[in-house]
């Protein structure tokens, strides 16, 4: 544990169907620079199950009590999740407050959806997973196919086995502010 | 059976993580009044998985096999399949033609994803599923929250609650050919 992230907060969001990989791998590189990582859920002690109905995990905290300036940055992690994210008003308003704050975002596969909700993204250039690709561009979304895009405060990648390279992107754009 | 629909053939998209309902509903209605109802996959023969992991259903025929002159309608089923299936070039070329041809096109639930991949929604009224409302609108077309809503040829409902005034919608739609 490095410490370079010690005092950072990061807001996971989590919803039912998230893709479990997308959830722990970027949590583990959060918390293994010393950063403080907390799953941001609909409710509150609420357990949401992967895409697989396996792993469960507890939400920290509902995103209705989650202020944007408590965090220095959010994931939006992807699987089938996001399709219900972006129907949490709380969770849409919240990642579209830290777009508009300027901090980091990072939304990987699906994850984009919940920005596309926001309608964050005119103009922005990022990636995600291929099936949503007509959808970013007809939101207003410049979409290119690469394992990680960063435009200024926005992160993006296409899939799981993006992770490392997501992961990394986030820790600099953390180490930045 | 009453025969009403005898001699008429109606293709049925499928692929993995279909909505269980949404496809043997429609097609029991189909069959009841005489019509063919056929399962097309991404190929033939391929076994699919409903949402929950659950039945397990067959393809009849490849989307790249199928021509839309042998067919007299086209229903998309929901659940999580409709992630899939858009990026089935051919699955979406079959939804395209058919939408062009003016055939009866019937999407459910997430189905009306394919037919935002196929360009087929601009300046059409349509309801879907509320979490890809926002895309169906990016996308040009007018989404309203009904049971179900038949705008020409396209009949589309919001979710598998929906299925009895969908399915009927969808056999007026074929008695009236």
């Known amino acids: 544990m490095s410490g370079r992230l010690r005092g950072k907060r990061v807001a996971i969001l989590v919803e039912e169907g998230f893709d479990a990989r997308e959830v722990a791998d970027p949590m583990a590189a959060l918390r293994e620079e010393g950063a ?3 799953l941001v859920g609909a409710s509150a002690a609420a357990h949401y199950r992967d ?3 396996g792993p ?3 939400a920290d905290l509902a995103a209705s009590a989650a202020r944007v300036q408590d965090f220095d940055a959010i994931v939006i ?3 089938f999740a996001p399709d219900r994210m ?3 008003h709380a969770m849409v308003d919240l990642a579209a407050a830290a777009m508009a704050a300027n901090k980091p ?7 984009a959806q919940v920005l596309i909700s926001a309608d964050a993204i005119r103009g ?3 990636t995600c997973w291929p099936s949503i690709a007509v959808d970013v561009r007809n939101a207003g979304g410049l979409y290119v196919d690469r394992p990680v895009v960063r435009d200024g405060n926005l992160i993006t990648s296409r899939k799981a086995d993006d992770l490392p390279a997501f992961a990394a992107a986030l820790i600099d754009a953390l180490l930045a502010l």
């Open 105 to 111: 975002v990072a939304a990987i596969c699906r994850g």
């Open 77 to 79: 992690p992807g699987g």
């Open 86 to 88: 972006r129907m949490r």
């Open 124 to 126: 922005r250039t990022l």
């Open 36 to 38: 403080e990582a907390l």
């Open 56 to 58: 469960t995990v507890t």
């Open 51 to 53: 895409r697989n109905g």
